[in-house]
């Protein structure tokens, strides 16, 4: 029925940028404790910051943080990679090592070559990537033990997706993009926006653009959904990828020539909702 864009993606190589999550499967995990919405069926969604605590623990009892799940945002450190992220892995950076991680044994080992190559990714399988010297010290048939925490409650919702920065949460003004790595040029700039939000009772899908001007602030977006009686108010990916369709028809475009997005966020109707009085569901698209 109405659909906008979602979170942030690399522009060059298309990987997501933040949280999606879908029936419970990171496809996507969350990066830099950035806000996210998240939901269940038949239930309004809730809003905050989230992130992921994981960590390796070997026979020694020394813990390994884990940087990222599933994710393109690439930083120094271990990551960890599962089969939702696709049917293969190939590095996303100059020099990576990895290893094939399976119910907790070390299966096998990969060097930068091979993983510019391409390694396969399917059933239980966990691949852990070695980036910029983070050591992977571990040999075949060695044992670990990972660990995994939400931060956040919203982390244990079967569905999220990940933006920011978070704008309004439970009626207050919580803009603070510096704690969620954004930029003091981005927060300042205006641009189109798109935005999630809830006012308690329903969910609103809004795109917000400039009227002789670039278009809004972060800081002039929320206190605009305060005016219009929101609680709850997530910042998405905007400028060129700000998009709204309704009815299947492009209505809203950003700046400049609007760009293909990794992932976006509708309504669809379905009967069973239409039986028992709701309109329909929120659902999360990705390609």
Not at 8 to 24: I, S
Not at 91 to 117: K, W
Not at 183 to 197: E, H, I, K, M, N
């Amino acid at each position: 029925m109405v659909a906008i864009n979602g979170g942030y993606f690399n522009r060059v190589n298309r990987l997501p940028l933040g949280a999606v999550r879908d029936g419970g499967r990171w496809l996507s995990g969350p990066i830099l404790n950035r806000g996210v919405m998240a939901w269940q069926d038949a239930d309004l969604p809730r809003f905050g910051r989230l992130s992921l605590d994981e960590s390796l623990t070997d026979r020694d009892g020394q813990r390994w943080p884990i940087s990222s799940v599933n994710s393109g945002y690439v930083q120094r450190g271990i990551s960890r990679y599962t089969a939702d992220w696709g049917r293969f892995y190939r590095s996303l950076s100059g020099a990576e090592t990895g290893l094939i991680l399976n119910n907790g044994v070390v299966q096998q080992r990969f060097e930068a070559q091979q993983l510019g190559e391409g390694i396969p990714l399917g059933g239980d399988d966990i691949l852990l990537i070695g980036r910029a010297g983070a050591l992977l010290p571990w040999g075949v048939g060695e044992r670990l033990r990972l660990s995994s925490r939400a931060t956040d409650p919203t982390g244990l919702q079967p569905f999220v997706i990940g933006g920011g920065p978070l704008l309004l949460l439970e009626g207050r003004f919580v803009l603070n993009g510096t704690a969620e790595g954004f930029s003091p040029t981005f927060l300042q700039q205006g641009a189109p926006r798109t935005v999630v939000g809830s006012d308690g009772r329903q969910l609103w899908l809004i795109t917000l653009q400039g009227v002789g001007h670039e278009g809004p602030t972060l800081g002039e977006t929320a206190l605009a959904l305060l005016q219009m009686g929101l609680k709850d108010a997530l910042n998405l990916d905007g400028g060129s990828s700000t998009g709204l369709v309704i009815a299947g028809t492009h209505t809203v475009k950003g700046r400049g020539v609007a760009s293909s997005i990794h992932n976006g966020l509708g309504l669809i109707p379905r009967r069973t909702a239409q039986l028992n009085g709701s309109p329909g569901r929120l659902a999360l698209q990705t390609p």
